[in-house]
């Protein structure tokens, strides 16, 4: 028997600048301070009760063993007809839509299964935090473009600039978190010439579709030909019902894509829970949850903005999702000349309300002194909140 003691090998990390991300520090410091969190995205009300007796249903139905690889075929044919009532896409729910374990994972899979070692990605800064750990963990090389501080507006001049012989794929996210900022029609236009003469494929973060205001429509790359002949187009139902801790998604890509991306997805997570699956399918049998969903939390973003227009916050457009950005620069009180994110730990502690520095979506961590809220909270929630707020 050996003499040496237990030894832990040390790890060479394959992601060395990553550490817990702000979403969990800042819900921790919340839930340590009592503070109201506006913080991680996610509802502190409960989804349709309808829902769950659909899921307890397909459980006493007998649905509790593994799905098909790519999903239950029930719900793919669903995700088709939505797809074409809304988006005027045809595809065919055997060889083009995918079920995932939620939108993260849909696109870490999409990463995994096109880009190759030295591949370069494009993603457009301030952007959700998963992408770039993404990128690295395929061993391809991410390629930072801003998006116009203060209308986060895409740049296309400098997103043509990005792009070289190496660049494998291009991510948007629309409606866009963490701004809010909805892309147009002629922004979608526009980016669909741009990659027309290229190969570059596009992964499209569509997850907050359902969640656009002022009567806009959301422009996925589904409703243009040429985007949708590239694209991976991510969708979560968690967003769309009230339910992110099911982390239940689907990806629509052209049958080429989607045979490479189900390539990964088997030796991932091979497939994804099944009655929820199964009561997912029935309940999209209403459309009605998902086209009303607009009108809610426009509701919520018009009271919360109403609250935030009393105090020195100064308001950035809210366009869709259910978060709202605010500039801190002119709040009477000192601490508004702190960093982004000492900000939000002083106004969490200090204040009890939680927020997200931009500067955590950004590489560099660039500061333009601007926080986000998630407003995806009931109203008492919200209401708490401003009163709290009105304190600066």
Excluded at 172 to 180: D, F, K, M, R
Aim: aromatic fraction near 8%; glycine fraction near 6%; charged fraction near 20%.
């Amino acid at each position: 028997m050996s003499s040496l003691p237990p030894r832990t090998p040390a790890l060479a990390s394959r992601l060395p600048k990553v550490g817990t991300t702000i979403f969990t520090v800042m819900s921790s410091l919340a839930a340590e301070h009592g503070a109201v969190n506006l913080g991680q995205g996610f509802p502190d009300f409960d989804c349709d009760p309808a829902l769950v007796e659909a899921v307890t249903r397909a459980m006493q139905a007998g649905h509790n063993q593994y799905p098909p690889m790519p999903g239950a075929l029930a719900l793919r044919q669903a995700m088709a007809a939505k797809m074409q009532a809304l988006y005027g896409l045809a595809c065919d729910p055997a060889t083009e839509i995918t079920v995932t374990a939620g939108a993260t994972q849909a696109i870490l899979t999409a990463i995994l299964a096109v880009v190759q070692p030295g591949d370069e990605v494009i993603v457009l800064e301030p952007c959700y935090d998963s992408y770039v750990p993404n990128i690295e963990l395929a061993g391809g090389v991410a390629v930072r473009v801003p998006l116009t501080p203060g209308t986060f507006r895409p740049d296309f001049d400098r997103i043509a600039a990005a792009i070289t012989p190496r660049t494998r794929a291009l991510i948007i996210n629309s409606p866009h978190n963490p701004s809010g900022m909805v892309w147009s029609e002629a922004d979608m236009l526009r980016l669909q010439a741009l990659l027309a003469p290229t190969d570059v494929l596009l992964i499209s973060d569509e997850v907050y579709e359902h969640m656009v205001f002022d009567g806009q429509a959301h422009q996925s790359a589904a409703r243009f030909p040429g985007l949708a002949a590239r694209a991976f187009i991510v969708s979560s139902f968690g967003k769309t019902y009230h339910v992110t801790g099911w982390k239940v998604g689907t990806v629509v890509a052209p049958a080429a894509l989607t045979a490479e991306f189900r390539k990964v997805h088997q030796f991932n997570v091979f497939t994804v829970n099944t009655p929820v699956q199964h009561a997912l399918a029935t309940y999209m049998g209403n459309p009605a949850p998902y086209l009303e969903l607009a009108a809610f939390y426009q509701r919520k973003r018009d009271l919360f903005r109403e609250g935030l227009a009393a105090t020195r916050f100064r308001l950035l457009p809210g366009e869709g999702t259910y978060f709202q950005c605010v500039d801190i620069s002119a709040l009477a009180v000192p601490e508004r000349d702190l960093p982004e994110g000492d900000f939000c730990q002083w106004l969490t502690k200090e204040i009890g309300v939680a927020a997200i520095p931009l500067s955590a979506f950004y590489g560099d961590g660039f500061d333009q002194r601007v926080v986000r809220f998630c407003f995806a909270k009931k109203d008492d929630t919200l209401r708490e909140a401003l009163t709290r707020l009105a304190r600066l």
